[in-house]
C-alpha cells in the first residue's frame, strides 16, 4: 500500500491526500483540479515558515528579501519563471527579512537576496547574492 500524504491545494485551500510515490506528478486538487502545488512564488512569514517550508513534501526554494533591495528585485523575475518550470517537483518562497526577523535571525541571513534550498526541515545549501536564471538553475539541479 503506497504511503499517503495530506497536502492542502494551493488554490482553495482543500486537503487533498497524495501517494507519495506520485509526488513528482504534478498532482491535482480533487476538488478545484488546479495544481496542489503552487506555480508561482509564496510569500511565508515567522508564523507560518513551518507549514511553507518545513511541511511541504516537496523541496522548498526560499528567497530571503527585501522591497527596498535593487539585487532581490533584479532576481525576482528568475525565481517566477523557476516556480513556473518546476512546478509540482520545487516551490518557491519568499521571505521579506523586514517583516520577519525571527526566521532571518534562526537561518543567520545577514546580507540578501540570500536563497536557501530546503527539503522538508533539512537544510541542502544556501546562496547569497542575486544569480542570474541560468545560474540559478545549475545551482538547484545539484540538489534536485
Not at 518550470?85 to 521579506?96: A, F, H, P, S, Y
Amino acid at each position: 500500500m503506497d504511503d499517503l500524504l495530506e497536502y492542502p491545494c494551493a488554490h482553495c485551500g482543500a486537503v487533498n491526500r497524495i501517494p507519495r510515490s506520485r509526488l513528482g506528478d504534478a498532482p491535482r486538487c480533487g476538488k478545484c483540479k488546479e495544481s496542489v502545488f503552487p506555480d508561482q512564488p509564496v510569500a511565508a512569514t515567522d508564523a507560518t515558515w513551518k507549514r511553507e517550508v518545513e511541511d511541504c513534501p516537496i523541496p522548498v526554494l526560499v528567497d530571503f528579501w527585501a522591497p527596498w533591495c535593487g539585487p532581490c528585485r533584479a532576481v525576482a523575475p528568475a525565481l517566477e519563471r523557476v516556480a513556473r518550470e518546476r512546478k509540482g517537483r520545487l516551490k518557491v518562497v519568499k521571505l521579506n527579512v523586514d517583516e520577519n526577523p525571527r526566521t532571518q535571525a534562526i537561518h543567520r541571513v545577514q546580507s540578501i537576496p540570500t536563497l536557501l534550498l530546503q527539503r522538508g526541515p533539512l537544510f541542502l545549501d544556501r546562496q547569497a547574492g542575486a544569480l542570474p536564471k541560468e545560474a540559478l538553475d545549475s545551482w538547484i539541479d545539484r540538489y534536485i
